[in-house]
């Protein structure tokens, strides 16, 4: 069982920048995907980017790509997602969530694929 408690959000103007946090409640570093997703009212969730704890790698949504750039420190059992060039689209609650991957490398994986869950945080870009 892995618990992810995610942190950082809050309210912004386009343009400018935001660092969502999520911690895990134990060591992932043997290798998961960490994925963030986002969920804008009346939408389905989507994800945003997703890292390998063991490997690092790395992928995105086109929608984040050149802007969001997500990291992990194993040590701290975190992974990040620093938000730059924040569009109003880009408001809705993010989500952290996790499912053990033995590979090497995760690309975006769709909700269902998801075996654990943060409670989420918002984020509001206003224009």
């Known amino acids: 069982q892995v618990q992810l408690a995610e942190s950082g959000g809050g309210s912004v103007q386009a343009g400018g920048s935001l660092r969502l946090s999520c911690t895990a409640s134990?060591?992932?570093?043997?290798?998961?995907?960490i994925q963030w997703f986002r969920q804008a009212p009346g939408q389905e969730r989507e994800g945003v980017a997703v890292i390998h704890t063991r490997t690092g790698r790395a992928a995105y949504a086109d929608s984040g790509k050149g802007r969001f750039t997500i990291s992990r420190d194993n040590a701290k059992k975190t992974v990040s997602l620093q938000m730059n060039s924040l569009k109003p689209e880009d408001t809705g609650t993010y989500y952290c969530?996790?499912?053990?991957?033995?590979?090497?490398?995760?690309?975006?994986?769709?909700?269902?694929?998801?075996?654990?869950w943060g409670q989420g945080t918002q984020v509001t870009v206003s224009s």
């Open positions: 969530s996790a499912v053990p991957n033995y590979g090497s490398g995760c690309g975006l994986i769709g909700a269902a694929g998801m075996r654990y």
């Open positions: 134990r060591d992932t570093s043997s290798g998961y995907c």
